[in-house]
């Protein structure tokens, strides 16, 4: 019974503590749950993550950046995802392709169909069965992520750069209203954990 549920938005749009909050109900109801995130979900990721989103990180070509995202994804894959959804596992991911397609597709201007293919390769098959947009306007995102103390070196990109990768995640879910249910995450916090839980429960269920 796995599947594999994806959490997208922009900074501040509450993936990392909404995914917990899935995780915890979805345990107390007895899934064999894997939380996860990207990059850094593996060893190697660690590492990756540390050149790709410290706050004293070297600056990095567009290209250069794509590359490691796709080298964390890979990795990422082979070592946690896959083998977790081999045993029927449920993974809970923060960020994957989509995020790599709005922010150095969208946000970068990096060639669409140049990132699907590198990122079709370090994926290798796997991709989600569902996938959650936190969305929220771009002033509140970054206000809230501020507040959190510490800024990452997306959290420092000017507001425009952000803008595009709003816009691109919006058009990658109008594009795949199949798989991503869009959640206006500026609503009270259990409203929107409850839509969350309620449509992620009844995927389960149907696969039951």
Request: aromatic share 6%.
């Amino acid at each position: 019974m796995s599947l594999f549920i994806t959490f997208e938005g922009i900074e501040g749009s509450g993936k990392s503590s909404h995914l917990r909050a899935l995780a915890t109900r979805l345990r107390g109801v007895g899934y064999d749950v894997v939380e996860t995130r990207e990059p850094g979900g593996s060893r190697a990721g660690i590492a990756l993550r540390a050149v790709l989103l410290g706050p004293e990180a070297v600056p990095l070509e567009a290209l250069a950046e794509l590359f490691l995202y796709c080298a964390d994804r890979a990795q990422h894959v082979a070592e946690v995802i896959r083998p977790a959804l081999a045993r029927g596992g449920v993974v809970l991911c923060d960020r994957f392709s989509d995020s790599t397609l709005a922010y150095q597709g969208y946000g970068r201007g990096l060639d669409l169909e140049t990132i699907r293919t590198l990122d079709g390769l370090a994926r290798d098959g796997i991709r989600p069965h569902l996938t959650f947009l936190l969305d929220v306007p771009v002033a509140e995102g970054l206000r809230r992520a501020h507040a959190r103390g510490g800024s990452d070196r997306f959290e420092q990109a000017p507001l425009e750069f952000h803008e595009r990768v709003r816009a691109g995640f919006r058009a990658l879910a109008a594009a795949e209203a199949d798989r991503f249910l869009v959640v206006e995450s500026t609503r009270p916090f259990h409203e929107v954990e409850g839509a969350i839980s309620a449509l992620a429960l009844q995927r389960l269920e149907a696969q039951r």
